[in-house]
């Protein structure tokens, strides 16, 4: 649903998970979502960055959990009843990999037509821009649509412009292939 190869990647049709996180709906194209879980066991790792919350077991594969609300720069997600791991496969110079994302709570499946889905302005979101294919209209507000390969590869709000994160995975560490 995504076309980050040619470098101007842009929300296309169709159906997106919508999930609420400090305050805002965020969207993720519904066929990069696995399953949503339950906020449960999270193992923290030392010394990966402030915004890996940890790992977590599911059926047997350890999977990296990122708290998007401390990876935007918008503090930690607190944990509460609702909060849950949307578990989404991103691409990283062609490999697919799994992850989990901590949001606030999921909200619904929202299907947007051409017509509902704007250009990223230039101001006014509380995200990097980078981070976002559109945004879709709905009701009286926006969902801000995510590009997940994007939000995977680099690091955290703040990061030095031009900074080689587009190279190197959410945790800092080497790309596949990479020494």
């Known amino acids: 649903m995504t076309s980050t190869m040619t470098g101007d990647a842009r929300a296309r049709p169709g159906q997106y998970l919508t999930f609420r996180l ?7 194209a519904i066929l990069r ?3 949503i879980v339950e906020c449960g066991a999270v193992t923290r790792v030392p010394g990966t960055p402030s915004f890996i919350h940890g790992v977590v077991n599911l059926r047997g594969t350890v999977l990296p959990v990122v708290d998007l609300a401390a990876k935007f720069g918008l503090g ?7 909060t849950c791991v ?8 062609g490999v697919t990999t799994a992850l989990g994302l901590m949001t606030d709570a999921v909200s619904r499946v929202l299907d947007l037509g051409s017509a509902d889905i704007e250009h990223v302005p230039s101001f006014g979101v509380p995200v990097r821009l980078d981070y976002l294919l559109g945004m879709g209209r709905v ?5 801000l649509i995510l590009d997940i390969d994007r ?28 020494t």
């Open 33 to 35: 979502v696995r399953e």
């Open 22 to 28: 400090a305050g805002e709906e965020y969207g993720i």
């Open 86 to 93: 949307v578990m989404v496969e991103a691409e990283w110079e």
């Open 139 to 143: 009701e009286l507000g926006f969902v």
């Open 76 to 82: 930690e997600t607190a944990l509460t009843r609702w």
């Open 151 to 178: 939000v995977r590869q680099q690091g955290p709000r703040g990061a030095a412009a031009g900074a080689d994160h587009g190279r190197r995975g959410f945790d800092g560490s080497p790309g596949p292939g990479r």
